[in-house]
């Protein structure tokens, strides 16, 4: 991690963790809440790593 990505972690408030639904397809960052750009690297395309089952609403 550079210290740039550290920075922006920091600021933004994100601790990224293996159960957080949502990662960037960019640099891999997770998030908690869905995001439009990711903060560290500016990508767009963050998606949901894990589907609920419809099963179970």
């Known amino acids: 991690m550079n210290i740039v ?3 922006r972690r920091e600021l933004t408030n994100t601790t990224p963790t293996e159960r957080s639904p949502y990662k ?3 640099c ?3 998030f908690e809440l869905q995001r439009h750009v990711c903060p560290a690297c500016g990508g767009y395309t ?3 790593t894990e589907w609920p089952c419809l099963s179970e609403r």
């Open 5 to 7: 990505t550290a920075l």
């Open 24 to 26: 960037c397809g960019g």
């Open 28 to 30: 891999g960052m997770r």
């Open 46 to 48: 963050i998606e949901r």
